[in-house]
């Protein structure tokens, strides 16, 4: 019996990606394209852009595997792609107001553990708190925490200096640690 | 003003980075100071969020969607150098692309048990002749160097008829191995 | 009257499709970042100076060697007659398996 491909590690499908099989990027696509539209969608501020954002995002990775150096930090090479993307749809967007992020109310559900609960309440205030931050401190933060780039990759990234990468996380995690202190 | 955290002298920047750099190595002056310790705990708290609502807002992605991005990708065949097969007068040339020859000594390697082709290099020197070297990964528990052997004997047979040069050598690097976890259909 | 390039393209995209040994025809040029003008034609034809060019699909099973050559015999054959200095080109592209993996 043969080895599926679509268990294989991400190292592994990223080199045969690199070398041109395109089944090999489809399950990359297949495994990440949840975290990369909750990426997009979060470095965009909510927009409805998002698909189509990674979409073309992933297309212009495929194109350009060639400059992938690190197959098992793929995700990450990927998410750098969105944002790319993403920075370029911010700046030629027209000037209007900022989208607010649309109303996540779910049904009711029964009861939940409190603990539960509490999780599911504290990662909505992270959202709602990572949404009002200033869109550099944002920027950095979901290049550091989500596509967890380092920081000589942020900087290449954002074209400022590792020096401005590091003081500009340290402001929005304090600012993010201060409006979240409830939940500390 | 001394914007510094706790008696440790360093600021939150510092503290930050120090977060980043996985602290490491191991700075005695923060590792000490109790508060020094609790921001950074909270820094870990702020990143285990993070990844929660990663996870939260991962949501199921249509299918059709990704069917369109694969659509275009598969429309653009990333075909490598052009190898020359054969000159057969002075005009007229045949040549194999290097993403043909990559995909079915891929292939070739893939149909061992328990193996799945990782990295495929294709080198031809001066003689002409080709080397090959692939990486595979190999099912924990499989006898490896048996299955190192099968596929290089797999790939010398499939490059028998599709090969521009005589096959100098193929170098089969077995550089992972798959846990039990990785199952079959 | 010489023949156009889009009329020597059809006369050698029709030439590679009868050949026995062809697994499948694929566009002589590759797209540039993915962009190519849409073209009803797959051979890649030039007039100055005089240029064909071919990609192809060839089965596993068959010698890829042999069957371009034959297939760059064949493409010859179907080009007019005032075009027997051109330049000929048959590339195999992919090497083809029955069609097992066609949406893997």
Partial sequence: ?184 | MDDTIGGSGRTLEQLSAYFDAGRSPRVAAIEEDAECRAMLASMERLSRLTRALVVEESGAVDAGWVDRVLAVVRDEVRAGRDLPLEAIDDRTETTVTEGALRELVRRAGDEVDDVLVGSVELRIDDAPALHVRVTIGVRFGSPMRARADAVRAAIDAALAAHAPAPVREIDVVIDDVFDAGVLDA | MPESPQRVAELVDAAVAAHPSVARAYRAVPTVAGRAAPSSVLAHVTLLPRRVAVSVGVAEVDDSRVVASEVARAVRDALPEDWGDAAVRVQVRRIEQPEVDAHG
């Fill in chain 1, 1 to 184: 019996m043969s080895v599926q491909l679509e268990t294989a590690p991400d190292a592994l499908l990223a080199q045969r990606a690199k070398d041109g099989d395109e089944r090999a990027f489809a399950v990359l696509v297949r495994r990440h394209s949840p975290f990369l539209i909750a990426f997009a969608t979060r470095y965009l501020g909510g927009s409805s852009d998002a698909d189509d954002v990674v979409q073309e995002a992933l297309v212009t990775a495929w194109r350009q595997l060639d400059e992938l150096r690190e197959p098992a930090r793929v995700r990450s090479w990927l998410a750098t792609s969105v944002a790319r993307r993403a920075t370029d749809v911010l700046r030629t967007r027209a000037r209007r107001d900022v989208q607010p992020l649309p109303d996540e109310e779910g049904p009711a559900t029964s009861p939940q553990p409190d603990a539960v609960a509490e999780g599911r309440a504290a990662t909505r205030a992270l959202g709602d708190v990572l949404a009002a931050l200033p869109a550099d401190q944002r920027e950095v933060w979901l290049l550091r925490e989500m596509a967890e780039l380092s920081y000589d990759e942020i900087a290449a990234r954002l074209e400022v200096s590792p020096a401005t990468v590091r003081g500009r996380l340290a402001r929005a995690r304090g600012a993010v640690l201060a409006a979240m202190a409830e939940w500390r």
